[in-house]
T-cell receptor, first 113, second 111 residues
Framework: DAGITQSPRHKVTETGTPVTLRCHQT?????MYWYRQDPGHGLRLIHY???????DKGEVSDGYSVSRSKTEDFLLTLESATSSQTSVYFC????????????FGSGTRLTVV | KQEVTQIPAALSVPEGENLVLNCSFT??????LQWFRQDPGKGLTSLLL?????REQTSGRLNASLDKSSGRSTLYIAASQPGDSATYLC??????????FGKGTTLSVSS
């Protein structure tokens, strides 16, 4: 979507290395989310943010950290990547927590070898 | 813990058929519901959003309904076309959480 960009689109990294994925939005939405999508599990929430420097954990937050220093950017960091973190990562944005729909980015395919 | 079930997991139909995709929640306290489409290797495209005060939404050949009393939603696709082939995901929102997703229904429409 034009209003939300994820980078990089693809990444291969080695086990034990740190990795940061970036989500950038131009919609000035307050809420931003990180999901991972795996076969057999669907999309699962990792972390979300409800404002600058305001974040909370999701269902599968272990091994991940996030930061949001500006409204437009939401970073997801894998401190020490493991093979179980090989996945497709999606960022989403919304104007509010419930009444508004979500808009998703195109995803980052991460492979940990 | 809220869980979302989508039935069927996969569906193959000939072009022109009308079809129904089903979605159910273990906890019926859904505030709103969103249906998405995902093409292979791509992101999610929002199709329909049913907000808390609504019971259904329509867009072109698509109609989605939500029965809050039972926690069930259906996506109706009229006159299916090969271009409708994709995975369809439903997701619900409960207060204090984020969207919770089902695992999807993979639709194949043959010409």
């Amino acid at each position: 979507d034009a209003g939300i960009t994820q980078s990089p689109r693809h990444k291969v990294t080695e086990t034990g290395t740190p990795v940061t994925l970036r989500c950038h939005q131009t919609e000035n939405h307050r809420y931003m989310y990180w999901y991972r999508q795996d076969p057999g599990h669907g999309l699962r929430l990792i972390h979300y943010s409800y404002g600058v420097k305001d974040t909370d954990k999701g269902e599968v937050s272990d091994g991940y950290s996030v930061s949001r220093s500006k409204t437009e950017d939401f970073l997801l960091t894998l401190e020490s990547a493991t093979s179980s973190q090989t996945s497709v990562y999606f960022c989403a944005i919304s104007e509010g927590p419930g009444a508004y729909g979500y808009t998703f980015g195109s995803g980052t395919r991460l492979t940990v070898v | 813990k809220q869980e979302v079930t989508q039935i069927p997991a996969a569906l193959s139909v000939p072009e022109g058929e009308n079809l129904v995709l089903n979605c159910s929640f273990t906890d019926s306290a859904i505030y709103n519901l969103q249906w998405f489409r995902q093409d292979p290797g791509k992101g999610l495209t929002s199709l329909l959003l049913i907000q808390s005060s609504q019971r259904e939404q329509t867009s072109g050949r698509l109609n989605a309904s939500l029965d809050k009393s039972s926690g069930r939603s259906t996506l109706y696709i009229a006159a299916s076309q090969p271009g409708d082939s994709a995975t369809y995901l439903c997701a619900g929102y409960q207060a204090g959480t984020a969207l919770i997703f089902g695992k999807g229904t993979t639709l194949s429409v043959s010409s």
